[in-house]
Nanobody, 126 residues
Framework: GVQLVETGGGSVQAGGSLTLSCTGS????????AGWYRQAPGNECELVASLSDDGSTDYPDSVKGRFTVFYGNAKNTVYLQMNSLTPEDTAVYYCAAEEARYYSDHTCPDPDFGYWGQGTQVTVSS
């Protein structure tokens, strides 16, 4: 079956960095592309990074210049490097593939819409 497993969340002070990883099995990231979403309590689900099958990327203004999404060498792993973190980046982060790359709704994940990781908590303290 399909599985996306995320690692790398944790706690960090403002200004610090974290790198999340998402390893997929049962499908191909290189054909699907990937996305990273986050959701904080009381906030909308937000797409923070999009990675196409050709390697092109897109970011919202809230993280542009601070977050970088990229494939690992084997292309079954996708990374999200996060620098200059602020308390506003505190959220549960989810990787997504297939249709989930185009997800847009108030809450995430939605297991009926594409493939999702289990989520990993990122906490940034001031």
């Amino acid at each position: 079956g399909v599985q996306l497993v995320e690692t790398g969340g944790g706690s960090v002070q403002a200004g610090g960095s974290l790198t999340l990883s998402c390893t997929g099995s049962g499908f191909s990231f290189s054909e699907s592309g990937a996305g990273w979403y986050r959701q904080a309590p009381g906030n909308e689900c937000e797409l923070v990074a999009s990675l196409s099958d050709d390697g092109s990327t897109d970011y919202p203004d809230s993280v542009k210049g601070r977050f970088t999404v990229f494939y690992g060498n084997a292309k079954n792993t996708v990374y999200l490097q996060m620098n200059s973190l602020t308390p506003e980046d505190t959220a549960v982060y989810y990787c997504a593939a297939e249709e989930a790359r185009y997800y847009s709704d108030h809450t995430c994940p939605d297991p009926d819409f594409g493939y999702w990781g289990q989520g990993t908590q990122v906490t940034v303290s001031s």
